[in-house]
Structures are given as structure tokens and as C-alpha cells.
């Protein structure tokens, strides 16, 4: 690590983080974000986003947690504690009709189908989902759109007074102090639970399609008693430090929204965590369908059009006709589509949820169903940007599929030089030498790494503020995200292909992070301090829309970035897959797509 810490200094000193970065004093101890909420604070929405920010439990602390976990059952009875000092009982959520939404990969996906599919039938929607990519108000949406500045600092200021007047003391949890005393606020996510519950009544939504955060059983959503219904998307390896090792626990904690009589519906699941799965419902006398696949909703009928791309957004549309229906069924909700069968049947001991026909709300809400940073693509003259927040093996996979098949279709259209790229962060406890193994087969020319930092100095982004880990973490991590690549590429690539760089210059004028001992072949690969300098290599000037100022000093500084430089500035079409984690996605997204800053 030492040797690591040594080789990242010229980059530490460039990033000229800023004292709120570090964490220390009360705000360590209390396990809350160093940084202090405003003594008076104002009316504006950056106000507000700045003072959620406080409420971010800084890295040291949740390495702790980890260490010394409570009781997760304590959690939940916390929440329930912090609902009731908002102002609300757990029977007000009865009211918000709640569609509840669980799984590892494709849950935010298929909530986006669901809300959309509801939506076109005229209903007025509520939709919570996490996490946001550009601003946090994105987690909170009514009738598909993100709460407006001013809806979301007039609710946020409200729920944040309350609860600092009603604080009390309780037992044990991440609310409390080492006095046992109840810290000021819920922890962010937390918070932002709370707040969309009041949003959504007080908007009076006709429906609320809530997305788990992490896991199910003690999810901080899951004081939720009575969803009308509860989906459960693909389940794979992720979060394992909190969830288990294996899918089979993991599909323990995601069961854990079942409720007594309230139908639930899964995708197909290996036979592991389907049993896991099917036993949990049993426990508790919840009926559990499996969904058919989407071919068997369109035999007989015109294929249906998703505006999600990828092929495995097939699964999640399924589902998310199902969790439709299943709601305008339980509302007695006319237009719920005509059944192809009435014989019900079983596959891996589990009924299967019905076959039918969709109709054209169900067929229009599907078609126009955006997801930003799912599967998306934006053109912009020579480059094309991939953009898919995928951070778990089997949703690399899947954006893999997707990227090379979109691929395929272009290569039909152009003609010259193609040059690939990947654009790659992750975060978290996830395995990165096996996301990144996944990626070989795209054979990108480039691989460029950065965390998910928008700027070197993000003060003035309070969206985008993280004090869940340190600067000196996320670069380190990115250096290891370099040598997982270099080991791969030296396994598969010709000497020819991947030369060795010169030596580097030395001193602190570099912006990249780019040493290799001299019998490394990872030459072109690239760490930059921050996303904006990363678009400014890859784009190299060429995208309209993405038009910095200038560039940093020191952007080429290093051999394979001024090399590299010719070759984008030269190309017929340059492909940039940016993927691993949804934050860089975000990040990426708000230099891309300024409109969404706005």
C-alpha cells in the first residue's frame, strides 16, 4: 500500500481537494459528514442540498459499521421511531397504494417501466429510486419528472425542522451517539425515504412505485406494511458485505418485502435464490408468480417497442407489465388487458403469472419509457457515448451484449478509422478484476480510469458531493482498476498492440496518474483526477456539445495521452462505453447534458 500511496502523490497534490473532503472532530465521531450544516440556513435549493449533504455518514464511520453491525430488525424499528417524529404513522403509507420494488440488477429499470406503464392509463404518479446522477431531486419524481428546486426545498425545510424539534433519545442503530443519544437527523437516505413519503401525500398521487435501496428485509423502504404489489428483478453478487456471499442469502434479504396476502412477482431466477425465494413467501402465506417471458405477452400480437435498450431489458418490461397489471387489477381498473389462457401452470413449483394481451396504454408506456444512464446512447458527431451504470457481473454482461451489438449495427453505416474507448469506475466492495475481465471483449484501443469526481474541486456542485470516501481512496482505487487492466491486456494483447510507454515525465505539471514499471503492456490506459479532464482527452474538442473553456494544464503530458490525442483527433468515429457505477454515469451525464443541471 505504501509503494501504491508513493506512485498516487503527484495526482493528491493536483486534485487540491478542499478542507470539506476530510473528516474529522464531532462530525467523525457522530459518524456524520464533517462538514456543518449552516447555522442559517437559506431558502434556496443548493442550501438544501448542501445541509442533505451533512447527513452523508462519512467513510470511517461506515467502515466501523461494518466492523460492529447492530441488529438489522433495530434499524427498521428506527426508521418507524424517525416516520413518527416526521409527522406520520406507518398506517399513513397504506394510502400511498405502493408498488414495491426489490432486486440486483434491472429493479430502477423496471420501476421505470411500471411508473411509465401507469402513467399512460392518466394516473397521477409518485416514483422514488436511488441513486441520483445529476441532482438529487431526481430521486423524488411525480408523474415521471424530478420535484421541482422549489417543491423540493420547501418539503425539504419542513421534514428538517420537524425532526430537529421531535429528536429523542433511542436505542441502538446508526441515529444514535455514543451517549446513546439520537443524533440530529436519519442519515441521508434515510431522510430522503422519509421525505418522499410526505411529497407523495401531500402531492395526493393515485399510486407510489418505491425502489429498495439495498437488500429488502431491512431496507430503510421496507416499513412499508401493505404494497398493493412487490417485484422482484434479477438477483446476483453485489452489496456483500451487507447482504451475504452468496445469491442464495442475498435472495433472503430481497424476500424480505413479502407481505402476508400482497402478490408478489419474480423474474426467473437460478434454482438457488428461486427457492429461497419461493420458501420465503410460503413462511408468510404470499402468493409468488413467476413471469412468463415477454414473447409469450406478444405471440399473436405486433412485437412490443421498449424504450429502454438491450436485450435484457426484456425481463424487466415483463415484470413491470406484470406489477401493472396485477395494481389496476387490485383498483378494479377496467383496462387490464384480455387473457390469452385461462389455465393457470407451474414451472420450478411456481405458479405462473398470467399470459395476456397488453393493451395500447401498456404497449404506449412501454415504447416511451426513458431511464437516464440505463442503456443509453447519445451521438454526438464523431463520438457516440454508451452510457450504462452497470456495477454488478451479470448487468456488465448484459451492458457488454448491448454495446457490442450496437456496435455491429454502426459498423454497417460508417466507413474509416473506428477507435474505442471505455471509461470506467466502480465503487463499493465488487470484485473489479472480474467486471473488468467482462469488458475485455469489447477490444477497446483505450482504457481510461478517474473517480467519480465531475471537477478536481467540486465545491461548487453540492449535487455531486460524496463523503461516504475519501479523495485519497477513490484514487487509489483507480490505480487499482489500472493494474487489474494492465494484468488482463498483458494476457491477451500482441507486443505489437500494446507497446510499453516511454518513461513519464516527472513532477507534479501531469494531470495523469499513469506509471508503469518498464515490463508492463497496459500502455494505453489512462488515470485522470477528475471526469471533466477524462471527456476532455476522449473528446478531444470534437463533441459540440461538451465545449470546456480550455484544456488543464498538463492533459498530454504523458506519452500514450498526446499519442492517443492524434489518434481521437484523427478518427472517422470514436465509441466511449462509460461504465461500472452510476455515479460516474451522473457524472458524466451532467458535463454531456447541462440541460440536466438546470
Known sequence: MSRARAR????????????????????????????????EPGMEYQDAVRTLNTLQTNASYLDQVKRQRGDPQTQLEAMVLYLAQSGLQVEDLDKLNIIHVT???GKGSTCAFTERILRSYGLKTGFFSSPHLVQVRERIRINGQPISPELFTKHFWHLYHRLEKTKVPHAGGLGVDRDGSCVSMPAYFRFLTLMAFHVFLQEKVD??????????????????????????????????????????????????????????YTVLQPDGPLAVLRDRAQQISCPLYLCPPLEALEEGGPPLTLGLEGEHQRSNAAL????????????????IGELKTSRSSLLRQLPLAPVFQPTSHMRHGLRDTEWLGRTQVLRRGPL?????????????????????????????????????????????????AALLKLLQPC?????????????????????????????????????????????????????????????????????????????????????????????????????????????PRGLLTHPVAGSGASVLREAAAIHVLVTGSLHLVGGVLKLLEPSLSQ
Open 8 to 39: 498516487l502523490h503527484p495526482a493528491l497534490f493536483l486534485a487540491a481537494v478542499s478542507a470539506r473532503w476530510t473528516t474529522t472532530g464531532v462530525g467523525t465521531e457522530r459518524g456524520l459528514s464533517a462538514r456543518p450544516a449552516p447555522q
Open 443 to 551: 477490444q477497446f484501443d483505450y482504457a481510461v480510469f478517474c473517480p467519480n469526481l465531475t471537477e478536481v474541486s467540486p465545491t461548487d456542485n453540492a449535487d455531486q458531493q460524496n463523503f461516504t470516501v475519501t479523495l485519497d481512496q477513490m484514487l487509489l482505487r483507480c490505480l487499482e482498476h489500472q493494474q487489474h487492466w494492465g494484468n488482463l491486456t498483458e494476457k491477451q494483447a500482441s507486443p505489437d498492440l500494446w507497446r510499453p510507454p516511454n518513461p513519464e515525465p516527472s513532477g507534479p505539471t501531469s494531470l495523469l496518474l499513469a506509471p508503469h514499471p518498464p515490463h508492463s503492456h497496459s500502455a494505453s490506459s489512462l488515470i485522470f483526477s477528475c471526469i471533466s479532464h477524462a471527456l476532455q482527452w476522449i473528446s478531444q474538442g470534437r463533441d459540440p456539445v461538451f465545449q470546456p473553456p480550455c484544456s
Open 103 to 105: 432486486g440486483t440488477k
Open 384 to 432: 457516440t457515448w454508451y452510457l450504462d451504470g452497470a456495477h454488478t457481473a451479470s448487468s456488465v454482461q448484459a451492458c457488454v451484449r448491448w454495446f457490442r451489438q450496437a456496435l455491429q449495427r454502426r459498423q454497417r453505416l460508417s466507413s474509416g478509422q473506428e477507435v474505442r474507448v471505455l471509461l470506467f469506475n466502480a465503487t463499493g466492495d465488487r470484485d473489479r
Open 320 to 335: 413491470a407489465l406484470q406489477l401493472a397489471r396485477c395494481w389496476l387489477q387490485r383498483q378494479n381498473h377496467p383496462g
Open 207 to 264: 399510486l407510489a412505485v418505491v425502489e429498495v435501496g439495498i437488500g429488502g428485509a431491512y431496507d430503510c423502504t421496507n416499513i412499508i406494511r401493505k404494497p398493493v404489489v412487490c417485484g422482484v428483478s434479477s438477483l446476483g453478487i453485489d452489496h456483500t458485505s451487507l447482504l451475504g456471499d452468496t445469491v442464495e442469502k442475498i435472495a433472503w434479504q430481497k424476500g424480505g418485502i413479502f407481505k402476508c396476502g400482497v402478490p408478489a
